[in-house]
Nanobody
């Protein structure tokens, strides 16, 4: 199983970024995918989840209405569209999949929201 994130960077408050996570090594469409984030000095926080078919999504309250999780099963890719970014969104964002009770993580991508 391999997960590779990209799309992070430095953005001003109010700006947008789209993160991508390309998966390989498993049947992508069968599994829910999740995004997590970890800010400096804080515990890792769950951000969003999408079902295998893409017909169910859920978000942590702090990002509802600003972030959107989607997936393209033909491309084995899950996305996180982040709008109206705030300084408190600054973190390393990682995608995650759980297969047979084992969790797999990508290396993460840094998102920094600052003026």
């Amino acid at each position: 199983v391999q997960l590779v994130e990209s799309g992070g960077g430095l953005v001003q408050p109010g700006g947008s970024l789209r993160l991508s996570c390309v998966a390989s090594g498993f049947t992508f469409s069968r599994y829910a995918m999740r995004w997590y984030r970890q800010a400096p000095g804080k515990e890792r926080e769950w951000v969003a989840v999408i079902s295998g078919a893409g017909d169910y999504t859920d978000y942590v309250d702090s990002v509802k209405g600003r972030f959107t999780i989607t997936r393209n099963n033909a491309k084995n890719t899950v996305y996180l569209q982040m709008n109206s970014l705030k300084p408190e969104d600054t973190a390393v964002y990682s995608c995650n999949v759980v297969i047979l009770s084992s969790g797999y993580w990508g290396q993460g991508t840094q998102v920094t929201v600052s003026s």
